[in-house]
């Protein structure tokens, strides 16, 4: 399969080139990085390259063919590519020969665009990525690459989708576009597995922003927490930490350390019912996971990880039950030894990082969804 992205700097095609890598085992090149690459090196073209990115104004098309068709050439690519940056003028699609299957066109206003780039961490910001570069690049490509769009549309293998729609839903409407147009395989007579995913990760590492993740994918979310604020109210306490505290050592000394997952049995029972697919936040023993794992045996472990000192902050600036970093430290041991967590981390079936942006964290999270499947 041979796919092309198509949108201005900005629109998500990086995001979805990688997701769509992933999900279909086929490999995507950037020419933008290709590029980048070359303005690296010590040579006429190099440096030729090197101040063509800097003014923001497009490579030449008699570079920009052969470089593309020369990479195209490669032994990783011989069952196809996703591929962004290429062709970028009606020229460059006269004189590229490399057939492709589908052009996505990913669409976002320039404003939108503009605020997305302005927004990257420093660890993402390009020498060319001055306000005056970004705005030549737009305008560019509304000059040269909005022509192409017209050519592949009249070919009639052009799908346009919003650009500006979360992460998950551009991802899930280019793989059924995939679908519908016959270039992804139809599975007949699967049966789905019914799946529990359960969340585990220390304080502060982000399981809320998991679980939130696939509340947005209308996955049910069974929270063990809600046990204890239930539990709390019904004996008309607050939910003060000396409280909640207490109610769960006195749950734990009535069913054992599987007592969360003995108490939420009726809910997870409820909702697989109309669902394929449970999330539970806050499993935390192992006792807990053992307990449903002699159930349920499509039961998977999710770790969400953060290295302590982004874990800390977060907890220290929480606006509710804040706490600083030494007694945070204390609770990270006390709840390893005590609550029985390491072994469901540490066995946890797969695991995503979460220590800078809530975009990355889902774009890690919607690879995850895409193993599963």
């Known amino acids: ?19 769509l890598s992933k999900s279909l085992g086929i490999p995507y090149l950037s020419t933008g990085h290709i590029l980048r690459t070359v303005s690296k090196e010590k040579t006429k073209l190099g440096r030729y390259i090197k101040e063509t990115i800097n003014a923001g104004v497009l490579a ?14 490669r032994p990783e690519y011989e069952k196809g590519y996703i591929m962004d940056g290429f062709p970028r003028t009606l020229e460059q699609v006269k004189r590229f020969k490399n057939g492709i299957d589908k052009v996505i066109y990913l669409r976002v206003s320039d404003k939108e ?20 570069a970004l705005k ?3 305008e560019l490509f509304h000059e040269f690459t909005e022509p192409v769009l017209g050519y592949y549309k009249k070919k009639g293998i052009l799908f346009e989708v919003d650009g500006e729609k979360p992460i998950g839903t551009i991802f899930q409407n280019v793989m059924n576009e995939l679908k519908r147009s016959s270039l992804l395989p139809t599975r007949k007579n699967t049966i789905r597995k019914k799946k ?10 982000g399981k809320t922003q998991v679980a939130n993740f696939f509340k947005e994918k209308n996955v049910p979310i069974v929270r063990f927490g809600l046990i204890t604020d239930e539990g709390l109210k019904e004996k008309g306490l ?10 769960r050592e006195n749950l734990r000394a009535e069913l054992g350390m599987a007592a969360y997952a003995i108490k939420a049995e009726p809910k997870i029972k409820q909702s697989l019912e109309n669902s394929d697919t449970v999330c539970i936040d806050g499993l935390r023993s192992w006792e807990e996971y053992e307990y449903l ?38 609770r990270d041991i006390a709840e390893l ?21 809530k975009e990355d964290l889902y774009v890690e999270l919607e690879l995850f969804l895409t193993s599963l499947s």
């Open 1 to 19: 399969m041979k796919l092309i992205l198509i949108g201005i700097q900005g629109a998500g095609k990086s995001t979805q080139g990688n997701l």
């Open 337 to 357: 030894l005590n609550l029985h967590m390491g072994p469901p981390i540490a066995l946890a079936d797969y695991l995503v990082k979460n220590e800078g942006r």
């Open 60 to 73: 030449p098309d008699d570079i920009m063919v052969p470089m593309v068709e020369e990479y195209l050439s």
């Open 136 to 138: 030549k690049r737009i």
């Open 196 to 205: 529990i995913i359960a969340v585990v990760g220390l304080p502060g590492a």
């Open 293 to 330: 794992k002699k159930k349920y045996e499509n039961l998977i472990l999710l770790c969400v990880y953060a290295i302590p000192a982004i874990r800390y902050r977060r907890l220290r600036n929480r606006k509710i039950r804040n706490i600083e970093p030494k007694e945070a430290r204390e």
């Open 113 to 132: 665009a503009l605020w997305r780039l302005a927004g990257r961490s420093d660890d993402s910001v390009r020498e060319d990525n001055t306000i005056q």
């Open 238 to 247: 607050s939910l003060s930490e000396d409280n909640e505290q207490k109610f």
